[in-house]
């Protein structure tokens, strides 16, 4: 039996159905984080092995302690994974520490978590990314924007989604991020690209091969929804465009990303930009070899009619994985609300109007609200025409 370390099995708390999975096909799933045991629901602490509570998930010689303490009781660690972005180095730490080979380790995690570095493995696989120049100081700065123009944007070199991240349109602009920019962090300027924003969600296998995929579509960019705190729309698509999966498996081989439940991200060109490439191109954005946010695995089981958490166990065990689809696919599509915002549809009013439609419908925590919204609402519907009612019927405020 294989040993799985699954740190932070409880958030979000819907992961409660990887470790259901997990135990299912075989694994002995052993779960370490800090909330104490009695608050796990009761599906997490039937499919645990057994449980190490922490502390402080921060403090590494806890979590050490809780893997050398399985290891001890149970034999070596096959797999170290949370399938969170947040974790991916400590679960790097701890694969080196103790000879985890299924994943990366603190040699080669900077492939997984730097932007800088992501590029080179995009352009490895033959696909373009926006050009870049790393901030040094505002003069160089102002030479990087005289080759590719305003508007630019400001990131981190590492960092969890799109959080300090900004929007650079002009020189006041740039002048006011210089005066409260922080040496000591690593940042990139990038040039703009204007376009949809597009991800390519899935599962690998041991070969870094994709056993499992889906497209997901964000009209609202998580860039603008996090700065201005608007409000969120995305969708899962009914299928997967042929030009974006032959591009998202490309990139997965350039990042041997073996054994990932993984979520890319590209931008489709809207218009023809000099230097970068035409309307329908495909620029690379970021990598993130870790589950998409939120509840977003939950929406592509919606929109596939598959179980994405039994295809990544699966995945872990069998190089080929027979994909059981038990009904039609579908666009499955998420709007949420703000808090403290008014809104013409009352929250029983679209639940009463999409009663058929409606798959979920909840309260995002506090750390996942500022980019997913508060309240929201998940339907699943083979109409395109409906997704856009529905979007408009949950957003549109008074």
Not at 140 to 150: C, M, T
Not at 235 to 256: C, H, M, Q, W
């Amino acid at each position: 039996m294989q040993n799985y370390l699954f740190i932070s099995p409880d958030f979000p708390k819907s992961y409660y159905l990887f470790a259901k999975a997990l135990a299912k096909a075989g694994f002995r799933v052993l779960g370490v984080a800090s909330t104490a045991y009695d608050d796990l629901r009761p599906e997490l602490k039937e499919a645990l092995t057994e449980y190490y509570r922490v502390n402080n998930m921060e403090d590494y010689s806890e979590m050490r302690q809780a893997a050398a303490y399985f290891v001890n009781k149970y034999g070596p660690l096959d797999f170290v994974e949370s399938n969170n972005e947040y974790w991916l180095e400590l679960e790097a730490k701890l694969r080196s520490e103790f000879q985890v080979s299924t994943g990366k380790n603190n040699t080669n995690i900077i492939a997984f978590k730097s932007k800088e570095a992501e590029k080179e493995y995009y352009q490895k696989a033959g696909v373009k990314t926006a050009r870049y120049s790393v901030v040094k100081d505002l003069e160089s700065a102002k030479q990087f924007i005289k080759e590719v123009g305003y508007p630019i944007i400001a990131k981190p070199d590492i960092g969890v989604g799109a959080s300090n991240t900004y929007k650079i349109e002009n020189i006041r602009d740039l002048e006011g991020f210089f005066a409260h920019y922080d040496y000591r962090t690593k940042y990139l300027m990038e040039e703009y690209v204007e376009g949809d924003l597009i991800s390519f969600d899935g599962i690998t296998n041991s070969t870094a091969e994709v056993v499992f995929s889906s497209n997901e579509v964000f009209p609202y960019h998580i860039m603008d929804v996090v700065n201005h705190q608007g409000d969120v729309y995305y969708y899962s698509n009914i299928e997967v465009p042929l030009d974006l999966e032959t591009i998202g498996k490309r990139v997965l081989k350039a990042f041997d990303a073996r054994y990932r439940y993984f979520h890319l991200e590209f931008f489709r060109m809207s218009k023809v930009k000099k230097g970068l490439g035409k309307k329908g191109d495909i620029i690379g954005l970021e990598a993130n070899m870790r589950c998409p946010g939120g509840y977003t695995p939950d929406m592509i089981n919606f929109a596939h009619s598959v179980d994405t958490y039994s295809i990544y166990a699966q995945s872990l065990i069998n190089d080929k994985v027979e994909v059981q689809q038990n009904g039609l696919n579908y666009y499955c599509v998420y709007g949420a609300r703000r808090n403290g915002a008014e809104y013409v549809m009352s929250s029983a009013e679209i639940m009463n109007k999409y009663a058929n439609e409606l798959v979920m419908h909840d309260y995002m925590p506090t750390i996942l609200a500022f980019a997913m919204g508060d309240e929201f609402f998940v339907v699943k519907t083979t109409s395109y025409q409906k997704l856009c009612e529905f979007r408009d019927d949950v957003l549109q405020r008074k």
